[in-house]
């Protein structure tokens, strides 16, 4: 019987796909056609539509950055790292600032329109959510409301890093930066959004050095506990 009932690919693939995997420091240039730029953005479009969500709130937006201007200023508030302005693709993971029970209800109300649920049933779910995430958010184990939000980008970023590997697609994640300036920039404060962490996409440059150095991780045996 096999444990994976329906793979595209082999375990032994993905295993490798990972150990090619890693935070690339430098991009080629970016020669992409117009056709070619486009369908990557719809494919990490919809990795990032996909992705798996506490309460499936898609407590996020992503900022896709495409202005070269724009890049340019918001690489002088990222330590002038390269990625900013030469990876293909740049995502900037934002979460909202205005979390409330009108959020949560604009996101049931999505789920009433798709899986055609009741009125009572809406107003059930509301509740369970408002009261499981802004009423008791201690409970989750974290020390503000917004750790918890953070959490969130976290999980679509590292779907998004490991879903590009798979399709061996390179990335950088980037959370050296100024979240002030990159709200300012990117006028987020007037969407009511903060930015988190960043993504740069495209192909690692044939000389990056880094793409050689072995992997440093512990050993399986350190890192689980076998109760």
């Known amino acids: 019987k096999k444990i994976f009932m329906k793979s595209f690919l082999k375990t032994n693939e993905l295993i490798e796909a990972l150990n090619n995997r ?18 990557l953005e719809d494919t990490v479009k919809s990795i990032l539509q996909l992705t798996p969500t506490s309460c499936w709130l898609q407590a996020y ?11 340019e200023q918001l690489k002088k508030y990222s330590w002038d790292q390269s990625q900013i302005t030469d990876s293909d693709i740049l995502i900037v993971f934002a979460v909202p600032t205005n979390f409330d029970r009108k959020f949560i209800e604009k996101h049931t109300e999505n789920l009433q329109k798709i899986r055609w649920i009741t ?8 509740d369970f959510i408002v009261s499981s995430t802004i009423e008791n958010w201690k409970c989750i184990w974290l020390n503000n409301f917004e750790d918890w939000l953070t959490c969130q980008v976290y999980i679509a970023l590292w779907n998004l890093m490991t879903w590009l590997a798979v399709l061996w697609i390179d990335a950088c994640p980037i959370e050296w930066f100024s979240n002030e300036k990159y709200d300012e920039l990117l006028n987020l ?9 960043i993504l740069a996409i495209w192909k690692r ?21 076998d109760l």
């Open 119 to 126: 009125d009572e049933k809406k107003a059930s779910v509301t």
């Open 61 to 71: 937006k992503f900022i896709n950055v495409k202005n070269t201007e724009l890049r």
């Open 22 to 39: 890693y935070a690339v420091k430098k991009f080629e240039k970016r020669n992409l056609s117009e056709t070619e730029k486009s369908e």
């Open 205 to 225: 440059w044939a000389e990056d050095k880094y793409q050689n150095e072995k992997k440093v991780r512990f050993p399986k045996e350190e890192l689980f506990i």
């Open 189 to 197: 404060k007037e969407k009511n959004l903060s930015s988190k962490v």
